[in-house]
């Protein structure tokens, strides 16, 4: 998989933080080119060289979030199916919400009503599941291969744990639950144990 | 559980039926008093004479909803937890997504990133998993009673379920992931044969 983000340039790499900050700080709804280079302190016209409008930087935001979700996930992936699923849910859904990882995460909240609608949107929300779901599928596959798993159906048990992850994100993010969260993230580890290994 | 839109008066109901219309047509971020007046055929002062803002307007909304929703789900819970259970996942994330249902989850997809930060919509957001949360532990907890589910904790089997639905539930909104969802309800009607059912 290539990384996109690497395609960049550097003031487009600059634009990309400044977006990330001007959508932590205002919102989606409030967001604008002129709050994004208020945060790049840099003119506008610059920004409109690279983007003609305000959807078409956030789908190359979208992109750039992609890369950066997955390189943290697929950085240390190694060869023991269960402590790299293990791994994979840790880094989702950490059992502590770090400062950086949140943003990350609410900055994804808060563009999500724009793929109800608008495919472009749509086509970057399907991109990160489908890179999620395949990491989490081969990792499931080589367990079942090596037998540390059971004979489960890996693409359907990679969907079942990403829609865990992404439940428990959204809990975690939009309501005063923890303390369901944190349910959600053991029944998860104990759902591998009794359903996955071997 | 009183059912808080049995409190509203016949014009609050119609304000808040104008306000599912707008929010559907526009969305979050454009909608306004004045289309959700224009849905109305009735003056902005009218609404205004009900709710102070667009926020107390939507706060309401939430309120109103929650309890659509619930009852969708608790009209017809019986006496066998299996079969209750089924109904619950199936009425919630049904293989077919209909138009109504479709635009009520779409509205919650909306509003949410107002959940982000603003304490009185994830207030809304917190009741609504309360309430679905609890229906399903009850339906756990006497399947475990009368031995027809193993020794599971209910509490932490019914958060898992729930975030499978919401996770699912977001997939089919937001991506194009259609076959991703139907793997997602199916694994979690598999993970209750395996891991619920004695």
């Known amino acids: 998989m290539t990384d996109h983000s690497d395609t960049l340039g550097?003031?487009?790499?600059e634009i990309m933080y400044a977006t990330h900050q001007a959508l932590v700080k205002s919102g989606y709804a409030k967001l604008s080119i002129s709050l994004i280079s208020?945060?790049?302190?840099?003119?506008?016209?610059?920004?409109?060289?690279?983007?003609?409008?305000?959807?078409?930087?956030l789908i190359e935001f979208l992109k750039f979030s992609i890369d950066r979700f997955e390189s943290t996930i697929n950085t240390t992936i190694g060869d023991h199916p269960?402590?790299?699923l293990d791994h994979i849910i840790t880094t989702l859904l950490p059992s502590q919400l770090k400062k950086e990882k949140r943003q990350l995460h609410c900055v994804l909240v808060t563009i999500s009503p724009q793929a109800l609608e608008q495919e472009a949107f749509r086509e970057q929300f399907t991109e990160i599941d489908n890179r999620l779901?395949?990491?989490?599928?081969?990792?499931?596959?080589?367990?079942?291969?090596?037998?540390?798993?059971?004979?489960?159906?890996?693409?359907?048990?990679?969907?079942?744990?990403l829609a865990v992850i992404k439940g428990t994100?959204?809990?975690?993010?939009?309501?005063?639950?923890?303390?369901?969260?944190v349910r959600a993230r053991e029944?998860?580890?104990s759902h591998i144990d009794?359903?996955?290994i071997a």
């Open 10 to 13: 550097a003031t487009e790499r």
């Open 133 to 161: 779901a395949t990491i989490i599928e081969t990792t499931v596959r080589r367990g079942v291969r090596t037998n540390v798993f059971r004979d489960v159906d890996p693409a359907q048990e990679a969907e079942h744990i």
């Open 187 to 189: 029944s998860l580890f």
């Open 38 to 57: 208020d945060e790049l302190d840099k003119a506008k016209s610059t920004i409109y060289h690279y983007y003609d409008s305000k959807d078409a930087l």
């Open 194 to 196: 009794s359903h996955l």
């Open 82 to 84: 269960k402590e790299d």
């Open 169 to 181: 994100m959204y809990t975690r993010l939009t309501t005063n639950r923890e303390a369901a969260a």
